[in-house]
């Protein structure tokens, strides 16, 4: 009987690792794609990564996708990463160095992103906005 109950736990405890396993490497592979169509300076696919509500209160305009595409993207780096003790959310510092094409002089971006998954909607999404290059 007990030994059952050891299984028992042994095999709930597992699924769990497994599941909570499974959303880090969702959420790790969603940070990845957003660094790289940051790196590659595809600025106008990021919007697909912020969630509707926000962009609704804070829409992106086609200016702040033009002023983006003015700049190309040299350096993106993670600073620093806090994960919510649920696990639903993560707050991701990161500094983005870029040159403006035209008068080519760089600029370097420290730009907040904050990150929570959504059940209902089966995915990791943005709560923040775009990098702005005119906030350096």
């Not at 030994?3 to 405890?13: E, F, G, P, R």
Request: aromatic content about 8%; hydrophobic content about 40%.
């Amino acid at each position: 009987m007990k030994l059952a109950c050891i299984a028992m736990v042994s095999a709930a405890l597992a699924l769990t690792a497994c599941g909570g396993g499974q959303m880090e490497r969702e959420r790790q592979e969603m940070l990845d794609r957003w660094e790289v169509l940051v790196r590659w300076n595809h600025f106008e696919s990021l919007i697909d990564f912020i969630h509707p509500d926000w962009l609704a209160e804070n829409p992106v305009t086609e200016l702040d996708i033009r002023r983006l595409e003015q700049f190309r993207v040299t350096e993106f780096r993670p600073r620093q990463v806090t994960v919510d003790p649920d696990g639903m959310g993560v707050r991701r510092a990161v500094r983005i160095r870029m040159y403006h094409v035209h008068t080519q002089r760089e600029r370097v971006i420290d730009h907040v992103e904050q990150w929570r998954y959504h059940e209902d909607m089966d995915a990791w999404l943005l709560h923040s906005g775009l990098p702005d290059p005119s906030n350096h």
